[in-house]
């Protein structure tokens, strides 16, 4: 049976991982690719650290030219994240002759054009499952299993750090700095979790998402987002009295005034799928023109879950089906036209708002004058009486429901309403998605 040699570019939690699986399912792999692997390098920045996985010490490396430039290797797998020295890397394996598997959505968000390029001018492919959602098998998804439809909706959950931390503070009612704690305790959340929480993550994720099903090319600063750290615990119950969870969604849809995306907690209505996704797991919801409403579950992030898609990557490459689909589908074309991006004039939605109101006669009747000089329908209403340990005088919560609004005009009327006197700004806005 052929081996064919592969070098690792990293031996973190997902390097690790993927060293692993290729050891454990060895015979599996060859089985099903007629081809059995040969892991010979794996470069590392400290060879010394300890890392979870069998790999003998002499195949540790820190010296990448000898993943890049050995020709025996075929395939590199690139696991070490960011963006440099990660797209080096990735294009000298590729003007090597080296077919690519990447888990890096940061690379692939804002340098896809780049790469994908490359890959085309030496004959090679990319593949790139691991990049959204660990271990869910998206990207197959919508470059061939849904490849008949086009798109018409993309609803996403892709931060499972995000989704913990929601999801803590929806069941036991803790604070958003309470939850984010519990989730570094447990592993869910970096040191670090800027990335994470202040919606860069899934802003990556999405464009990746944008690209494969809406061709696409979109870089990060492109999307509008918000992310979860600013979020409130009040906002979180106040939407659960109204029968809805808070999610940080990735939404991607087509509409007349061409493609909307942005990546904002957003409100869900109970019992519908998305927000019975728990805990760290992800879910991508997908609604195409001939298939309708479909939806993708499982583990978003992880060491085994990521690694599962990247060793399935390999597996394609090996067998050649990697380069097939790679050339077919056409990822970031050389040359397109950037897409109509629908502006804020142009996107509809239901609102969630939050006023802090002084509690005194007329404040109500002046917000919602001011929401219907706006051209904004209230749905419902929520004002609660003041707290006892409130003291006389102090602000109170008014939350309201809209009607479907022109999120320019949402704006609009909320900058009014925060310049009233009676009205403590700033105020809180988020979409729904029923």
Same mark, same amino acid.
């Given at each position: 049976?052929?081996?064919?040699?592969?070098?690792?570019?990293?031996?973190?939690?997902?390097?690790?991982?993927?060293?692993?699986?290729?050891?454990?399912?060895?015979?599996?792999?060859?089985?099903?690719?007629?081809?059995?692997?040969?892991?010979?390098?794996?470069?590392?920045?400290?060879?010394?650290?300890?890392?979870?996985?069998?790999?003998?010490?002499?195949?540790?490396?820190?010296?990448?030219?000898?993943?890049?430039?050995?020709?025996?290797?075929?395939?590199?797998?690139?696991?070490?994240?960011?963006?440099?020295?990660?797209? *080096?890397? @990735?294009?000298? %394996?590729?003007?090597? &002759?080296?077919? /690519?598997?990447?888990?890096?959505? #940061?690379? +692939?968000? =804002?340098?896809?054009?780049?790469?994908?390029?490359?890959?085309?001018?030496?004959?090679?492919?990319?593949?790139?499952?691991?990049?959204?959602?660990?271990?869910?098998?998206?990207?197959?998804?919508?470059?061939?299993?849904?490849?008949?439809?086009?798109?018409?909706?993309?609803?996403?959950?892709?931060?499972?750090?995000?989704?913990?931390?929601?999801?803590?503070?929806?069941?036991?009612?803790?604070?958003?700095?309470?939850?984010?704690?519990?989730?570094?305790?447990?592993?869910?959340?970096?040191?670090?979790?800027?990335?994470?929480?202040?919606?860069?993550?899934?802003?990556?994720?999405?464009?990746?998402?944008?690209?494969?099903?809406?061709?696409?090319?979109?870089?990060?600063?492109?999307?509008?987002?918000?992310?979860?750290?600013?979020?409130?615990? *009040?906002? @979180?119950?106040? %939407?659960?009295?109204? &029968?809805?969870? /808070?999610?940080?969604?990735?939404? #991607?849809? +087509?509409? =007349?005034?061409?493609?909307?995306?942005?990546?904002?907690?957003?409100?869900?209505?109970?019992?519908?799928?998305?927000a019975e996704v728990k805990g760290p797991y992800n879910a991508i919801r997908i609604v195409g023109d001939a298939v309708?409403?479909?939806?993708?579950?499982?583990?978003?992030?992880?060491?085994?879950?990521?690694?599962?898609?990247?060793?399935?990557?390999?597996?394609?490459?090996?067998?050649?089906?990697?380069?097939?689909?790679?050339?077919?589908?056409?990822?970031?074309?050389?040359?397109?036209?950037?897409?109509?991006?629908?502006?804020?004039?142009?996107?509809?939605?239901?609102?969630?708002?939050?006023?802090?109101?002084?509690?005194?006669?007329?404040?109500?009747?002046?917000?919602?004058?001011?929401?219907?000089?706006?051209?904004?329908?209230?749905?419902?209403? @929520?004002?609660?009486?003041?707290?006892?340990?409130?003291?006389?005088?102090?602000?109170?919560?008014?939350?309201?429901?809209?009607?479907?609004?022109?999120?320019?005009?949402?704006?609009?009327?909320?900058?009014?309403?925060?310049?009233?006197?009676?009205?403590?700004?700033?105020?809180?806005?988020?979409?729904?998605?029923?």
């Amino acid at each position: 049976m052929e081996r064919v040699a592969i070098g690792l570019l990293g031996l973190g939690t997902v390097g690790a991982g993927v060293a692993r699986l290729l050891e454990s399912g060895s015979e599996r792999i060859a089985r099903r690719t007629g081809r059995r692997v040969d892991l010979k390098w794996a470069v590392v920045r400290n060879p010394d650290r300890p890392r979870d996985c069998a790999l003998s010490s002499d195949r540790i490396v820190t010296d990448p030219r000898l993943v890049l430039d050995d020709p025996e290797i075929r395939v590199v797998v690139e696991a070490i994240g960011g963006t440099e020295p990660a797209l *080096a890397w @990735i294009l000298a %394996a590729l003007a090597a &002759g080296k077919d /690519v598997v990447t888990a890096n959505k #940061a690379l +692939l968000a =804002e340098h896809g054009a780049e790469v994908c390029a490359q890959a085309r001018k030496f004959g090679r492919a990319v593949a790139f499952e691991a990049s959204v959602a660990g271990g869910i098998p998206i990207v197959q998804a919508l470059s061939v299993g849904l490849a008949s439809n086009q798109v018409q909706n993309l609803s996403a959950i892709v931060n499972g750090t995000c989704n913990f931390i929601l999801s803590s503070m929806g069941v036991s009612g803790v604070t958003y700095e309470a939850a984010l704690a519990e989730a570094q305790f447990l592993g869910y959340a970096e040191a670090d979790p800027t990335l994470d929480v202040d919606g860069t993550d899934t802003a990556h994720k999405l464009a990746i998402l944008a690209q494969i099903a809406f061709g696409a090319s979109v870089t990060t600063n492109e999307i509008p987002r918000r992310g979860i750290d600013q979020l409130q615990a *009040a906002d @979180i119950r106040y %939407a659960g009295e109204l &029968g809805y969870t /808070v999610k940080l969604l990735a939404l #991607a849809k +087509l509409s =007349e005034g061409g493609l909307e995306l942005r990546v904002a907690p957003t409100l869900v209505r109970r019992s519908t799928p998305l927000a019975e996704v728990k805990g760290p797991y992800n879910a991508i919801r997908i609604v195409g023109d001939a298939v309708g409403d479909t939806l993708f579950y499982g583990r978003g992030a992880g060491g085994m879950p990521t690694a599962s898609s990247v060793v399935a990557d390999l597996m394609d490459v090996l067998i050649g089906r990697a380069a097939l689909t790679f050339r077919s589908s056409n990822f970031w074309p050389e040359g397109a036209l950037s897409p109509t991006l629908a502006s804020s004039t142009q996107i509809r939605s239901r609102y969630y708002l939050r006023f802090s109101i002084a509690d005194r006669p007329g404040v109500i009747g002046a917000v919602a004058q001011s929401l219907g000089r706006h051209g904004i329908s209230i749905a419902s209403v @929520i004002q609660h009486d003041p707290g006892d340990d409130d003291h006389p005088g102090a602000p109170v919560p008014l939350v309201i429901m809209t009607h479907s609004a022109v999120e320019a005009d949402v704006v609009a009327a909320i900058a009014e309403i925060d310049g009233l006197d009676a009205v403590r700004a700033p105020s809180v806005c988020l979409g729904v998605e029923e």
